[in-house]
């Protein structure tokens, strides 16, 4: 269990600190050549904090997932003798499932330019299936 829950989310936080420390690094090299440092500042803030917030809202849906696994692990561990109550498998099983869909729906939620490709293209076809029922309504 440690190997597929604990190592992977530690490693996925140093990599999400080592992506935002280059973003804050960057802003603070870019923020002085331009003329209103104010404003720079302000854009490169909003920047940091979405990374921040995206960062934070995926660990939290990873800890979500694999946490009652890890709990289920530990019971099996420190009481061999005594079975967890099958609720436990069930619930760290479905956490699994629950928290992935979240962190897709997540992601592609967030990420703006695919959101706004799927949105056009959905209504584009909702225009072109209408349209198509209102021509064969005229025939």
Known sequence: MVVAFLIPLNDSMIIY???????RRSARRIAPSTS????????N??????L?????MIETLYVGAGTPLLELVLWLVIQPKSPPPE????????????FGTLAIIMLF????PVKDIA????HCEQLHNY?????TQLQ
């Open 119 to 122: 949105v056009k293209y959905l």
């Open 17 to 23: 600190h080592i992506i935002f420390y280059h973003a």
């Open 52 to 56: 921040a917030l995206h960062m934070i």
């Open 36 to 43: 209103n440092t104010l404003t720079a500042h302000i854009t």
């Open 131 to 135: 349209l198509h029922s209102v021509s």
């Open 109 to 112: 939620w967030m990420n703006k």
């Open 87 to 98: 609720l436990l498998y069930l619930l760290s099983y479905n956490s699994i499932s629950l």
């Open 45 to 50: 803030a909003k920047r940091e904090m979405k």
